[in-house]
């Protein structure tokens, strides 16, 4: 069946946006669409399929003895499934837990990883931080916490600037509720908020006020992702990668905000500023009446029993993931101390928290009833998201016993030269690849693809990989020009106050300047925490 469902005044339609919002907008043939998804279909098993009979490419069969491939062709095989299921992901022909089965499906039964490793991934160490993030954010959302934490922001400005309105409504609440682990769910708490206000004070479609408050919602959670490690999975990813490298080292909590905090802050003013730049307000001023959210604050009335538990479980979660990073910084200041750093570190890794959180969240009772039901957690937790990562993580392996990465090594030594081993020129071109993948796939499938690349990049170049791992999975995640970017800007989208013309020119102008100060900052961000871990980038 078709679905027809015209904007008005919106000149421009993102080409992936039908993967958001439920509706269709070009009129099209059923036979048009049956091709659409053909094409879909058979692009990566084609693209497979002639790598798998092309006679073996230059520097395939040496990278393939360098780790004792099972045949001589193997990196170039691990090529064609990289790219079947990269297709896949960047159409999301099917669900993109779905497609990530792939790895281990065609890995496996070819023999280029064993069953056990490729399963494996799928309860990495690192999935139940995944977790710990998601019923975390669950739990605000069963107890009103989440309400609680947005009205207390949105009522802080009382004054009458349109712009500094948008902020204290929009943007400050949407920011802060990042630190649940969610950039999704913060802004699908902050939407029907931020809608309730616009509708209240007489703001309604086609009101540039509201079209840009709407953006800057969107703008803000985007920016959010690079705040905490997670925040958003690319920011995971990269701790993956990292560890992977480098066995001995821990990418903390901590950690995180040394090279991600300044670049989350520094987009929220950014994008925030674009947007009321390029999008003229028709009021100059505000008339002050939050009195709407006032009494829906006061309507929530005294914290119960629930919210501080819930509340006190999110502390004590926090504090054990920073805390092994804190004594790190701390015991490099006093060496005295490392001692009792180390111990910490090996006491206290980074999934003991979130394991916690999921069994205290679980196990406690208030007003009658668990904080989380098995059924709050089951639906809390993101599966499609578990089992894309899963997934990724299986490939990254598969690519690296394959060959793949040695024999991508070999094509930068040979052909590259010396202008490829400049640190900064690495983390600049690992950035770019980040942020260009994500306009045709999501900000999870570009770090999935990117970071491991980046990784063989520095690896190639005889340079630490971790500057240009990093440089990618934040770079991951700044696109926000389409819809289709991050789940943030569909959802503002979908609410059909925002044309699409003018996400795409807010977009564009904020990611092209977050996107350049990120090339510009981030090595140097990067130096600082290689310092902090005793490493260097050379």
């Known amino acids: 069946m078709l679905n027809y469902y015209p904007l008005d005044d919106d000149p421009i339609i993102p080409w992936r946006s039908y993967l958001y919002i439920p509706f269709t907008f070009v009129k099209e043939g059923l036979w048009v669409s049956r091709l659409r998804d053909l094409s879909k279909f058979m692009v990566g098993p084609l693209i497979f399929i002639f790598l798998s009979i092309l006679p073996p490419l230059p520097w395939v069969g040496e990278a393939a003895a360098t780790v004792n491939a099972p045949f001589i062709t193997a990196p170039q095989i691990s090529l064609g499934i990289l790219l079947w299921i990269a297709s896949w992901w960047i159409t999301e022909y099917i669900p993109l837990g779905l497609t990530a089965l792939l790895a281990p499906l065609l890995f496996a039964s070819l023999d280029l990883i064993k069953w056990s490793d490729a399963l494996r991934s799928f309860m990495d160490p690192i999935i139940w931080i995944f977790m710990g993030g998601f019923v975390l954010a669950k739990a605000f959302q069963v107890w009103n916490l989440d309400k609680r934490i947005a009205f207390y922001f949105s009522t802080i400005y009382k004054g009458k600037s349109p712009m500094l309105k948008a902020f204290s409504i929009a943007c400050i609440p949407t920011f802060m509720l990042t630190i649940t682990g969610s950039i999704t769910a913060s802004t699908s708490l902050m939407y029907p908020i931020v809608l309730a206000y616009l509708v209240s004070t007489g703001f309604t479609r086609g009101s540039k006020f509201a079209e840009a408050t709407m953006l800057a919602l969107g703008q803000a959670a985007t920016a959010g992702a690079m705040f905490l490690l997670i925040s958003t999975p690319p920011n995971l990813v990269a701790k993956k990668i990292i560890e992977e490298y480098f066995p001995n080292i821990t990418l903390t909590f901590f950690d995180w905000f040394i090279v991600g905090s300044l670049h989350a802050?520094?987009?929220?003013?950014?994008?925030?500023?674009?947007?009321?730049?390029?999008?003229?307000?028709?009021?100059?001023?505000?008339?002050?009446?939050?009195?709407?959210?006032?009494?829906?604050?006061?309507?929530?009335?005294?914290?119960?029993?629930?919210?501080?538990?819930v509340f006190s479980i999110f502390l004590l979660t926090l504090t054990l993931w920073l805390?092994?990073?804190?004594?790190?910084?701390?015991?490099?200041?006093?060496?005295?101390?490392?001692?009792?750093?180390?111990?910490?570190?090996?006491?206290?890794?980074?999934?003991?928290?979130?394991?916690?959180?999921?069994?205290?969240?679980?196990?406690?009772?208030?007003?009658?009833?668990?904080?989380?039901?098995?059924?709050?957690?089951?639906?809390?937790?993101?599966?499609?998201?578990?089992?894309?990562?899963?997934?990724?993580?299986?490939?990254?392996?598969?690519?690296?016993?394959?060959?793949?990465?040695?024999?991508?090594?070999?094509?930068?030594?040979r052909l590259g030269g010396e202008w490829i081993k400049n640190p900064w020129l690495i983390s600049a071109l690992s950035a770019f690849l980040g942020f260009i993948i994500t306009y045709p796939a999501s900000n999870t499938v570009s770090s999935l693809i990117v970071c491991p690349l980046a990784a063989a990049l520095a690896r190639g170049a005889g340079i630490n990989p971790i500057p240009a791992v990093i440089s990618a999975a934040l770079a991951s995640s700044i696109s926000s020009a389409l819809p289709s970017t991050t789940?943030?800007?569909?959802?503002?989208?979908?609410?059909?106050?925002?044309?699409?013309?003018?996400?795409?020119?807010?977009?564009?102008?904020?990611?092209?300047?977050?996107?350049?100060?990120?090339?510009?900052?981030?090595?140097?961000?990067?130096?600082?925490?290689?310092?902090?871990?005793?490493l260097k980038i050379i």
Not at 285 to 295: G, K, M, T
Not at 505 to 529: N, T
Request: charged share 20%.
């Open 265 to 309: 802050f520094l987009g929220l003013i950014i994008s925030w500023l674009v947007v009321f730049k390029v999008i003229k307000v028709e009021v100059k001023e505000i008339a002050l009446d939050i009195q709407l959210l006032s009494e829906k604050r006061k309507s929530l009335g005294p914290m119960g029993k629930g919210e501080k538990l």
């Open 323 to 413: 805390l092994p990073g804190i004594l790190s910084i701390i015991s490099n200041v006093n060496p005295q101390l490392e001692p009792i750093s180390t111990a910490v570190r090996s006491a206290l890794p980074e999934v003991l928290p979130a394991v916690l959180a999921l069994f205290l969240l679980g196990l406690l009772k208030a007003d009658g009833r668990r904080l989380l039901t098995w059924e709050d957690i089951e639906t809390g937790i993101d599966w499609n998201v578990i089992f894309l990562f899963g997934g990724g993580i299986a490939m990254g392996r598969a690519l690296e016993q394959s060959g793949f990465s040695e024999w991508l090594i070999l094509m930068i030594t």
């Open 487 to 534: 789940p943030p800007m569909a959802i503002v989208y979908a609410s059909r106050y925002v044309k699409s013309w003018n996400m795409f020119k807010v977009g564009m102008i904020s990611d092209l300047i977050r996107l350049v100060l990120l090339i510009i900052l981030e090595p140097y961000l990067a130096d600082i925490l290689l310092m902090t871990k005793g």
